[in-house]
């Protein structure tokens, strides 16, 4: 029977757990049981709710750094920064027992293969060392990566080079959701390129709802995404405070939680214009209709993969402000399927938003052209078959 071992270490609420589903239901039918290890936190409920096979969710045991922050956390600040400084020099030892734990794991179980996902790179190292475990077994293994990498820290760039070595010769492929990523991969990482394959994000296809037409009255800006300042929210939100002094009919709508959250609580109260503005928190709502109600999407986020939120954007028909940063460029053309600026530039920003609130005709071209593009290479479907093929070329032939 062909078995499939998936792992994960916890990540935040976002794209990278709904890749990962959306990975898991496009590869049911090759496999005939699916097993799901993870740690505590791993996955959510909304998450596994959307698998249209049934999984085995099994709880593993190994060591993570937030699991010692944890256990540390009910100590003083001075306290935990004397125990952390040692603990870094000892890092290669989680790193060995968690190997160590994956390879009996794995040995157990006996999948005919492994697919593990990570966040970035390196992000979360037990993903690394369940990589290493499963060529330590000799089982093919797919590693996924889907943010873009860190630089090699100067001070343990030894040490990283080491572990970049031992992932990229023991995963079977690699797989990113946008050409940036894999560049970055192989730039910063030393990733060999002939073991990276690009699956962009895909989404179900469904025909846009009606969007409203902008009346002299209100005109939406939204937003759907965590209100991290990483995510450029407080430049978006300033871009919109400077348009609303000349511009009475806009109203911003930010969907999300995150980081900057109570900052962007207080610059509300501060604003002086509090009724045009709403934070909606966690959204747990119908999106489709949510974007049909905006005049405008803008997603000014100052690092990115490939996020999903463009493409349920592009999905809406919504007509686009976004950062050139990432995969964004790889979907949204300047010009062609939105507007693309440089991150962490209000300015920018600000004149982008304003050129789209006055000419409606832009809006509507942009809005139809991401709309084309969505169908023809975004939907669902086309990652199913891009991520099926992968595992045919790569790990069928090895299993």
């Not at 496999?31 to 249209?52: P, Q, S, Y």
């Not at 699991?67 to 009910?74: E, G, I, N, Y």
């Not at 306290?79 to 890092?91: A, I, R, S």
Request: charged residues 25%.
């Amino acid at each position: 029977m062909k078995t499939l071992l998936v792992f994960t270490e916890n990540y935040s609420r976002g794209g990278g757990n709904r890749y990962m589903i959306d990975a898991i239901n496009s590869l049911a039918d090759r496999f005939e049981g699916i097993t799901l290890a993870c740690n505590e936190g791993g996955v959510f409920e909304e998450d596994l709710k959307r698998l249209t096979k049934k999984v085995a969710v099994k709880k593993v045991h190994f060591i993570t750094k937030a699991r010692v922050s944890a256990l540390l956390a009910p100590l003083p600040t001075a306290v935990k920064k004397l125990l952390l400084g040692p603990l870094f020099l000892l890092e290669p030892l989680p790193f060995i027992y968690n190997t160590v734990v994956f390879t009996f794991y794995i040995a157990a179980l006996r999948p005919t293969a492994t697919f593990a996902f990570n966040g970035g790179y390196p992000a979360a190292r037990a993903t690394l060392a369940f990589v290493v475990a499963s060529r330590l077994v000799k089982v093919p293994t797919v590693l996924s990566i889907v943010s873009t990498p860190a630089v090699r820290k100067r001070i343990s760039a030894f040490y990283e080079a080491l572990i970049d070595r031992l992932v990229w010769n023991s995963a079977s492929a690699i797989i990113v959701n946008a050409e940036a990523i894999s560049k970055e991969l192989q730039d910063k990482r030393g990733t060999p390129g002939a073991k990276v394959h690009v699956v962009h994000n895909g989404l179900e296809r469904k025909s846009p709802l009606q969007r409203k037409e902008s009346t002299e009255g209100t005109f939406v800006i939204g937003c759907v995404a965590r209100t991290d300042r990483a995510k450029g929210v407080i430049c978006l939100f300033e871009a919109f405070i400077n348009l609303a002094k000349r511009y009475p009919q806009i109203r911003l709508v930010l969907v999300g939680r995150g980081d900057a959250q109570d900052e962007l609580e207080r610059r509300r109260e501060a604003s002086g214009i509090k009724d045009r503005i709403e934070l909606t928190g966690f959204y747990n709502g119908d999106v489709d209709a949510l974007l049909a109600s905006f005049d405008l999407y803008v997603f000014p986020s100052f690092q990115e993969g490939f996020p999903y939120s463009i493409l349920e954007a592009m999905r809406a028909g919504c007509p686009i402000v976004s950062t050139n940063v990432g995969g964004i460029p790889e979907a949204i053309r300047d010009s062609i399927e939105g507007l693309l600026v440089e991150p962490n530039s209000v300015a920018q920003l600000q004149a982008s938003m304003e050129r789209m609130i006055l000419d409606k005709e832009l809006r509507a071209r942009l809005g139809k052209s991401a709309l084309r593009r969505f169908e023809k290479d975004f939907v669902l479907t086309a990652m199913h078959k891009r991520l099926g093929k992968v595992f045919k070329t790569t790990v069928a032939q090895k299993s």
